[in-house]
C-alpha cells in the first residue's frame, strides 16, 4: 500500500510558478513511477507528467512541455512538479498517483489506469 498526499497547491497571477510536491508513505516508492494528473471543472482528467522510478525517463503533456518539471527524490518519498509560466488553463485540481509501470513501456506512463494509488489532489488556480 502507498499513501499520497499533495501540497502545495494556491491561487497565483498568469505568469507565475508554483512547486507542488507528493509524499508518499511505505518503503517501496522508489519502486514506483510516479505521474501528475489534473482535472478543471467539468472536464475530464488529464496526463501531466510523470516520472520512472529511476528517475532518468520523464514525460509530459504538451501543454505544460518546457514550462512544467517533474522530479522526485527517492530519499524522501517524494516527487515534485514544478510549474512556471502558469496559464489561466492550467487551473485544476492536481493529483499524484503511484504505479508499477514497465522502465521501458512509455505509452503507459499516460494513461491513468496503469496508476494503482492516488492522493486526495490540491487545488491549483491560475488568474488572468
Known amino acids: 500500500q502507498v499513501q499520497l498526499v499533495e501540497s502545495g497547491g494556491g491561487l497565483v497571477q498568469a505568469g507565475g510558478s508554483l512547486r507542488l510536491s507528493c509524499a508518499a508513505s511505505g518503503r517501496t516508492f522508489s519502486s514506483y513511477a510516479m505521474g501528475w494528473f489534473r482535472q478543471a471543472p467539468g472536464k475530464e482528467r488529464e496526463f501531466v507528467a510523470a516520472?520512472?522510478?529511476?528517475?532518468?525517463?520523464?514525460y509530459y503533456a504538451d501543454s505544460v512541455k518546457g514550462r512544467f518539471t517533474i522530479s522526485r527524490d527517492n530519499a524522501k518519498n517524494t516527487v515534485y512538479l514544478q510549474m512556471n509560466i502558469l496559464k489561466p488553463e492550467d487551473t485544476a485540481v492536481y493529483y499524484c498517483?503511484?504505479?508499477?509501470?514497465?522502465?521501458?513501456?512509455?505509452?503507459?506512463?499516460?494513461?491513468?489506469?496503469?496508476?494503482?494509488?492516488w492522493g486526495q489532489g490540491t487545488q491549483v488556480t491560475v488568474s488572468s
Open positions: 516520472i520512472s522510478w529511476t528517475g532518468l525517463n520523464k
Open positions: 498517483a503511484a504505479g508499477i509501470i514497465h522502465l521501458y513501456s512509455g505509452s503507459s506512463y499516460y494513461r491513468d489506469t496503469a496508476y494503482d494509488y
